[in-house]
Structures are given as structure tokens and as C-alpha cells.
């Protein structure tokens, strides 16, 4: 490894560390290393939303230790920020500090920026290179890519099942398929979204408060509830949540349910669609406009059916347990299919063992060719 590649790595990995707390800002992380690249200046990653982005927590460590940056080169992991949002632009910043050079790995697909910040480096005599490390930054927020590009967030749907595909047994009993590994596994994932979601009839089946508890997390996640004829009950266990957005979405008018629910802290919103169910589609871009990057699916077999009919699905999160449960409630609701062409191809991101279950990330074919 030579050393940019070493600076770039340190910026992704700082990046990391944002994962879970910059919702719903992109996760980035910058080193400002000296002229002759021999020392690391200062370091950084973006901070909660309203709080100091990476390259002003980078310039910040940099003060503190007592450096000097003029003349340095700033590794970091996406574009600097060109406009005047809850901070200020962090191109001006860079600029104002003396930076030489920087080395950004892409471009931000934010229309407020999207090649802006470059400019303003440039027309200052910064010199500007771009590309190093960019599949993985844009990896590490493809979420936030898919939220500006597609205007929806990048939805991951997570399963657990038996090795023969059965999320619960035919009379509804599901806890627990897989282990503790996998569960916490998940919850991590959880925690890494910018909403989670399910459906009415996970809540009315198993009353779950679908939060963030097996891992570290800056804020638990809004719930989202699609609930066609809103039948949550006041008393769910989802409400137990303190200071957790939930959000639930309707297709049918029921004022008085729709004033208990709201009573309890809920947003209820109408998104009527075919068949008086939720507009799906509307949701997604309901959410993106409420700043959600990644959404966290853990429903029913016929809500999963559904986002995958529709193709709103974008990844596939599956904990395989080495069981076999035989005849049950699978994974998603589709079929029956005439023919093997109509099934629904994936390709697998990763495959890792959890504890004693198997965790599989899958994608159609070139979904986040965006």
C-alpha cells in the first residue's frame, strides 16, 4: 500500500465511524496530512446533523495539536460542501485554513453541491484530484446517493429463516429462528438506517417495539407502520420508544383512530393506492422528503411480496439458521410462478457466517447503477 492509499483509507475509515449518527447528512470522514505526506495534521469525521462536518473536524484536530496546515493535502471521502446549510461551506473552510490539495473520492450527488465545492477549490488555486476510494465512499452512502439521484431511500429488506426458507411456523411462531449473533448482527444493521419499517400485521402478530437495543446507536431510528386501515393499537409496544419519531401510513380515512394514534405521538399520513392499500412508491418518496437515506424493512411475508412486486426492493439482509422447519410462512408472498425465468434474480454482495447462522447481502442485478 503506498502512501495516498493509506491517507484514503483512514478517511473511509473515519467515514465508518459516522455510520448511525449523521442521518441525514452523508457519512464522511477527512485527513489533512503535511506537504511532503510524512505526518497526519489532523483527522476527522462528520458529526451529527447541525454539528461540524469532516473537513472542520479535521482542520479543528489539526488546531488543536498545535499545526500548521498551510500547504497540506486534505484526503477526504466525498466532495466538501459548497453551500451554507446548518454549517457553512466546507470548501470555504479549506480554503481559508491554506489547504494545497485536495483529494476527495467522489463527487457529492447533492444538487446543492455536485461539483460545485470542486469549483470554488479550483478557482482558489487549490489543486483538486478526484477518485481514489470512491466505490467504497459511495458504498458506504449509498443511501444518501440513492435519496438524491432516485429521490427514494435505498431500501434493504432483512429476513431470518430456516435453511429451508420459513420466516415463522404455519401457526405464526418466529422467536427465535436464529441466534443471539445474528440478532445482534441485525439490530447493528438497525441502527445504521435512516428508518425502520414493517407492516400492521407484524404489529397486531407480534406487538413488536422494533428498536435499536443489541448495538451502539446515536438515536433510534423513526418507525415507520404501514397501515392501511389504521388498526395499530394505542397501547403497542412500538410507542414505548421514548423521543422516536413514528410515523404511520394510511390508505383509508378513520379520523378517530388517526386522533388516538396522533394523541400517542404519531404522524399519520394518507397515501391511498389500488385496492385501498398504501401507495408504496408515495411512501418511499414521502420518506426521502423527510431526509431517510437507508430504509430497514422487517414486515410479513405479504408486505415484503408487495415491495418486491412492486420493485422497490434494493437488497436483500438474510439470516439463514441451520434448521429446517418445513411447511410455514416464507420469505416474501410472490407466485406461483409459471415458469424458473420468472423468478426473481439476485446476485450476492457478501456472504458471512454470524454465530452459527449464515448472513447473506443480495441485490438485483446492477440496482445501484445510479
Known sequence: MNVPDRFVREA??????????????PRVGCVIVCADG?????????????????????????????????????????????????????????????????VASVKDPNPLVAGQGFDRLRAAGVQVE????????????????????????????????????????A?????????????????????????LLTGIGTVL????????RLASVGRQPPLVVVDSRLQTPEDAALFEIAQRPVWIYAAEAHPEAQATLEARGATVTRLPGPGQK????????????????????????????????EGLVDEFLVYLAPRLLGAGQGMVNIGPLASLAEGVPLEFTSVEPVGPDLRIVARPPGRADF
Open 130 to 169: 478526484v477518485g481514489p476510494g470512491a466505490a467504497e465512499s459511495r458504498e458506504l452512502n449509498i443511501g444518501f446517493f440513492s435519496r438524491m439521484v432516485r429521490r427514494r431511500p435505498w431500501v434493504r429488506l432483512k429476513v431470518a429463516a430456516s435453511l429451508d426458507g420459513q420466516t415463522a411456523l
Open 12 to 25: 473511509l475509515a473515519l467515514a465508518l465511524r459516522s455510520v448511525g449518527h449523521t442521518e441525514p447528512n
Open 171 to 195: 401457526n405464526g411462531q418466529s422467536q427465535w429462528i436464529t441466534g443471539e449473533a445474528a440478532r445482534a448482527d441485525g439490530h447493528a444493521w438497525r441502527a445504521r438506517a435512516g428508518a
Open 278 to 309: 398504501v401507495d408504496l412508491a408515495a411512501l418511499l418518496q414521502d420518506l426521502a422528503a423527510r431526509g431517510v437515506n437507508e430504509l430497514h424493512v422487517e414486515a410479513g411475508f405479504k408486505l415484503n411480496g408487495s415491495l418486491l412486486r
Open 205 to 212: 402478530e407480534d406487538n413488536p417495539r422494533l428498536d435499536v
Open 38 to 102: 510524512s505526518r497526519v495534521l489532523g483527522s476527522g469525521h462528520t458529526q451529527p446533523a447541525g454539528q461540524a462536518h469532516a473537513e472542520v473536524m479535521a482542520l479543528r484536530d489539526a488546531a488543536a495539536r498545535g499545526e500548521d496546515v498551510r500547504g497540506a493535502t486534505a484526503y477526504v471521502t466525498l466532495e466538501p460542501c459548497a453551500h451554507q446549510g446548518r454549517t457553512g461551506p466546507c470548501c470555504d473552510a479549506l480554503v481559508a485554513a491554506g489547504i494545497a490539495r485536495v
